[in-house]
Each structure stands twice: as C-alpha cells, then as structure tokens.
C-alpha cells in the first residue's frame, strides 16, 4: 500500500529555516517511472495552496511565487524521499504542509491539486517569534 509520510515540521522564528521530508513507502523513485511528487500547505479555513513540486518526466521544478527563492525542493531517489528545505520564513508560512504524489501526470510539475492522487497526514508548521 503506498504511504506518504511527512515530518520535520515544528515552531520557528521569523527568519528561521525547516526542512521538512516525506518518505514515501510503497512505491519507489524509479527514473523511468511516470509521476510528479509535491508540496501543499493549507491554513484553516482557506484553501489548499501549491507549494512546490518536481516531475520525474523532465526533473522540472514548480513553486508558487510566496516561496521562491526562499524554499528549495530536492529529492533522494535511493531512500524514496523528498524535501522540502525552507529559508527565511515567515509568519504567514505557518501552515499544515502535506506531500502528494501524482502517478498519471507526464509533463512538467505542477501545482494543481488534480495532478496528485495520494496525499500525506501532513505536518505543523509555525513560524512565530
């Protein structure tokens, strides 16, 4: 059964750094494989937002325009995990981070939650001083 599992969330000041990962078991990091492996955040009562993702079709990376330059995705195909390493953070970072793993998607990363079919339990982020 494939299984996404997030961690290294946790409390951070203003301008602080995390890096979050997300192993994924049931399902390995094949480069001949179709699939695209990302990163959501949600905050209560909004919306689920697109972080940042990588496609294995074209190793392309995506990130919403908050968190570039400040937020970098990275992968280790040996271990089956994927990371998240975010600088500078800030207060309105503060957020539920979820992994997601999409398995039909060929082209390059995206940030649409209907490219993603399973989804992690998620992780707490807070950035506070």
């Known amino acids: 059964q494939l299984q996404l599992v997030e961690s290294g969330g946790g409390l951070v000041q203003p301008g602080g750094s995390l890096r979050l990962s997300c192993a994924a078991s049931?399902?390995?990091?094949?480069?001949?494989?179709?699939?695209?492996i990302g990163w959501f955040r949600q905050v209560p009562g909004k919306e689920r937002e697109g972080v940042s993702s990588?496609?294995?079709?074209?190793?392309?990376?995506a990130y919403a325009d908050s968190v570039k330059g400040r937020f970098t995705i990275s992968r280790d195909n040996a271990k089956n995990t994927v990371y998240l390493q975010m600088n500078s953070l800030k207060p309105e970072d503060t957020a539920v981070y979820y992994c997601?793993?999409?398995?039909?998607?060929?082209?390059?990363?995206?940030?649409?939650?209907?490219?993603?079919?399973?989804w992690g339990q998620g992780t707490q982020v807070t950035v506070s001083s």
């Open positions: 997601a793993l999409g398995l039909k998607w060929g082209g390059p990363a995206g940030l649409r939650d209907d490219q993603y079919d399973y």
């Open positions: 049931g399902f390995t990091f094949d480069y001949h494989r179709i699939y695209v």
């Open positions: 990588i496609s294995n079709s074209d190793s392309s990376t």
